[in-house]
């Protein structure tokens, strides 16, 4: 019946790997490569569960 106030996963798992996409490009710009390296495995990791998560729900 409400379903328009449910919250999309896909939404929140897109904007939880863009963010950390994001924190990782300024940590690149700002020459802390041990961090950029953290945050780039973070944001893989993140687009691996969002991509089975679409294809587990297709």
Known sequence: MFSFL???PVK???KDY???L???MLAQR???ME???FLSKEAN???QKLENYK???T
């Open 22 to 24: 994001e924190l990782a």
């Open 6 to 8: 449910k919250s999309d």
């Open 55 to 57: 294809r587990k729900n």
């Open 12 to 14: 929140s798992m897109r």
């Open 30 to 32: 700002n020459g802390d």
């Open 18 to 20: 863009y963010n950390k």
């Open 45 to 47: 990791e993140l687009h």
């Open 35 to 37: 961090r950029y390296a």
